[in-house]
């Protein structure tokens, strides 16, 4: 690996001069990973558009769906811990492999339930396998990607959730209807396979893929790498990195699962949608979002190419990002659909293009090998505000029967949570974890 350093930047991350190579095989890697983020949000989103649906059809009531949404997150925040520690031991491969072959026995188990106790069965295996989605993509990133280009790799991947979110309005209502609504978990089941059978096929660690020209590797390989060492879970809460990557996820981790659960139901509710035609509301406002989760990624990268720190570069990005999301708090006196429509998708946007800021933290700030830990502990701390949040929107809606206190916390969130960000993690330094810390 060509070694040769500039020097440092203020917040002590190496600077090389190795030019950019032509290789693009790690860009082929982040194609893959944003597949498989399409995937995992058409696989969670197909019950969310269906609901208004099922729920005239089978009784559901409001608590009743809150609760499937609780429940998911549950599951989905006690097996992201887990799955980021086991990625850490496994590899990204057999992760993302394991990953998805449960959530795909989840997702199409649904077809056997009619009532929302029913579809809980169903909702924890599906969200167990989801839990490794993102640690198992970070991982990757983190293995394919050095630090200058990492966010902007993760806002394409992470922009793979609001595709996946415009797809499943076009194909699961014309599903729904023209065969039932258990093909429309049926077929896009079979599409997650194909994937799987993809990732297999292709992915390697960079030093194992025979295809790599020796330029990509070296620019992959810019960043010192540590040698692996098992670590204490203690270890982790010592650092201030980890509770400022766990806080920040509690924070804004809720808005974006309210997005997901109620989305359909508020254009339903409040401007009488039907399903055939959640489609153009839907794809309007997660397109902003995916502009939103690019350009995240692409400012503090762009800016880090200028000589900003990381550090400045970083926390420059959430905040633009967080203004983006105060003006939702407006969304529910509207003028119009479409107002709605674009209020809510500016704070989609803003929170894309903060989570591809903070999701980058743990590899900015923490050694490859522990990286997945973190990502685990903040992934467990974001369902735990997701659960809190939908118990919340589940309450409102059934007394007041209004929108508007749900999109009010959504407004502030991102402020509030880069200020908490800041204030543990002023200067943005990397973690040293000494020799006597990282025994097994």
């Known amino acids: ?6 020097g440092n930047d203020k917040s002590g991350f190496a600077m090389t001069t190795i ?6 095989i790690r860009w082929i890697v982040c194609g893959l990973l944003f597949a498989a983020v399409v995937l995992s949000y058409v696989d969670r989103l197909v019950l969310p558009t269906l609901k208004p649906d099922l729920q005239a059809r089978y009784g559901w009531s409001e608590s009743g769906y809150a609760d499937l949404a609780i429940w998911f997150q549950a599951g989905y925040g006690i097996a992201y811990v887990f799955f980021g520690r086991l990625i850490d031991r496994i590899g990204a491969r057999a992760g993302y492999a394991l990953a998805v072959t449960l959530w795909t026995i989840g997702h199409v188990a649904h077809i056997f339930f009619t009532s929302t106790a029913g579809m809980l069965l169903a909702r924890i295996p599906l969200a167990i396998g989801e839990a490794g989605t993102f640690p198992a993509a970070i991982a990757a990133t983190n ?3 050095p630090k200058k ?4 790799a993760i806002g394409i991947f992470n922009a793979g959730s609001n595709v996946g979110a415009i797809l499943t309005p076009l194909i699961v209502p014309i599903i729904a209807v023209s065969l039932g609504w258990r093909w429309a978990f049926i077929l896009t089941g079979l599409l997650t396979l194909v994937w799987l059978a993809a990732w297999l096929a292709f992915y390697r660690r960079p030093r194992e893929k025979k295809s790599l020209t020796p330029e990509e590797l070296a620019w992959i390989e810019t960043d010192p790498v540590e040698p692996q060492r098992p670590v204490k879970w203690a270890t982790l809460f010592r650092h201030r990195q980890t509770w400022a990557y766990m806080l920040g996820r509690f924070l804004i981790d809720p808005v974006w699962w309210t997005f997901l659960f109620w989305l359909p139901d508020f254009f339903n509710k409040q401007y009488g949608v039907k399903m055939l035609d959640f489609g153009p509301p839907l794809i309007a406002v997660y397109l902003l979002a995916d502009v939103g989760s690019i350009a995240g990624g692409w400012t503090s990268s762009r800016l880090m190419g200028r000589g900003w720190s990381v ?17 939702i708090a407006f ?6 659909m479409w107002v709605a429509v674009g209020l809510i998708g500016l704070a989609c946007a803003g929170h894309q293009g903060f989570s591809a800021n903070l999701y980058a933290l ?8 522990m990286a997945g830990s973190v990502v685990g502990l903040g992934g467990l701390s974001g369902a735990v505000g997701g659960m809190l949040m939908a118990k919340f929107a589940g309450v409102i809606l059934e007394t007041i029967g209004s929108y508007g206190p749900i999109f009010a916390v959504a407004s502030v969130a991102y402020l509030v ?14 973690v040293a974890i000494p020799l006597a810390e990282s025994a097994a």
Request: proline share 12%; with cysteine; aromatic share 10%.
């Open 1 to 6: 690996m060509d070694s040769r350093l500039r």
């Open 19 to 24: 030019p950019k190579p032509s290789g693009k």
């Open 143 to 145: 293995e394919w990607f």
């Open 149 to 152: 280009e990492r966010a902007f």
């Open 311 to 327: 550090n400045r570069a970083r926390k420059s990005a959430m905040l633009l990002a967080a203004l983006c999301a105060v003006p």
């Open 331 to 336: 969304a529910t006196s509207a003028p119009s």
């Open 362 to 369: 743990p590899g900015d700030v923490f050694p490859r090998w």
């Open 417 to 430: 949570a880069l200020a908490v960000i800041h204030l543990l993690l002023p200067r943005y330094q990397p």
